[in-house]
C-alpha cells in the first residue's frame, strides 16, 4: 500500500520557469510533510517541510503548498536554475511514526 | 546538522554472499535507520538500530537477512545476507536531526549490484 504516490516519475521544464513537483497521500494522520533532493552517487538532503496545521511553506525559490482536502502536496520551485535537476522525494510522517517516502520525480532543468 | 559516512560506496557482489556496510556518524546520536531504495522506488525503511538493544525491523524485513550492529552511539552495520538479485538496491545509513527534529540526514548511500 503506497501511502505516498508521486505520480509523475520525470518532469522537464525549461530555465527560468517554474517546476512544480506533485505528491499526494492516503493517510489522513500524517501531519508533517517534507520534500528531499537527491544528485546522484549522493544522499537525499531535505529541502523544505510544512506542518498540517499550515497551507504553505516558502524558502527561496522553493514554496511547498498543503491542500489537506485533498491529501495533495506540491513543490514550486521558480526560477528554476540548472542546479536544480536532481530527484525530488516527498515524503511523510503521522506524530513519531516513521518517515513515508514517495518513488521520486526525476526534474530536468533545460538551458 | 550530523556527517555521515558509508562504505562502501558501492559494489559488485555474487549471489549467495553476504556483505557489511558501514555507517559512521560524527557525533553521538540515540537511533540510526537503515534505509533501501531498490530502482525506481522509494526509500523505504529496513530497521532501526539503538545502541544497546536489538534493533527493530519493519514489516517485511527480517534479522536473518539484514543483521545490523550498532556497538556504540556513532557507528553502526547492516549486512545483507545470502544475497540474490533482488538485493540489488542502494542502502543508506540515516539520523534524526539536521534542519530540526522531524528532519533525517542521510549518508550518501551504498550501491549494492548482485549478480
Known amino acids: 500500500d503506497q501511502q505516498v504516490k508521486q505520480n509523475s516519475p520525470s518532469l522537464s521544464v525549461q530555465e527560468g520557469r517554474i517546476s512544480i513537483l506533485n505528491c499526494d497521500y492516503t493517510?489522513?494522520?500524517?501531519?508533517?510533510f517534507l520534500w528531499y533532493k537527491k544528485y546522484p552517487a549522493e544522499g537525499p538532503t531535505f529541502l523544505i517541510s510544512?506542518?498540517?496545521?499550515?497551507d504553505k511553506n516558502e524558502d527561496g525559490r522553493f514554496t511547498v503548498f498543503l491542500n489537506k482536502s485533498a491529501k495533495h502536496l506540491s513543490l514550486h520551485i521558480v526560477p528554476s536554475q540548472p542546479g536544480d535537476s536532481a530527484v525530488y522525494f516527498c515524503?511523510?510522517?503521522?506524530?513519531?511514526?516513521?518517515?513515508?517516502f514517495g518513488q521520486g520525480t526525476r526534474l530536468t532543468i533545460n538551458p | 546538522s550530523a556527517v555521515i559516512s558509508q562504505k562502501p560506496s558501492r559494489d559488485i557482489c555474487q549471489r549467495g554472499t553476504s556483505l557489511t556496510i558501514q555507517c559512521q556518524v560524527d557525533?553521538?546520536?540515540?537511533?540510526m535507520f537503515w534505509y533501501r531504495q531498490q530502482p525506481g522506488q522509494s526509500l523505504t525503511l529496513i530497521a532501526t538500530?539503538?545502541?544497546?538493544?536489538?534493533?527493530?525491523?519493519e514489516s517485511g524485513f527480517v534479522i536473518d537477512k539484514f543483521p545490523i550492529s550498532r556497538p556504540n552511539l556513532t557507528f553502526s552495520t547492516l549486512t545483507v545476507s545470502n544475497m540474490s538479485p533482488e538485493d540489488s538496491s542502494i542502502y543508506l545509513c540515516?539520523?534524526?536531526?539536521?534542519?530540526?527534529?522531524?528532519?533525517?540526514?542521510f549518508g550518501a548511500g551504498s550501491r549494492l549490484t548482485v549478480l
Open positions: 538500530a539503538n545502541q544497546g538493544s536489538e534493533a527493530t525491523y
Open positions: 510544512i506542518s498540517s496545521i499550515k
Open positions: 493517510n489522513s494522520m500524517f501531519d508533517y
Open positions: 515524503a511523510a510522517r503521522a506524530g513519531a511514526q516513521k518517515l513515508v
Open positions: 557525533s553521538q546520536v540515540t537511533m
Open positions: 540515516s539520523v534524526e536531526g539536521g534542519a530540526g527534529a522531524n528532519v533525517l540526514t
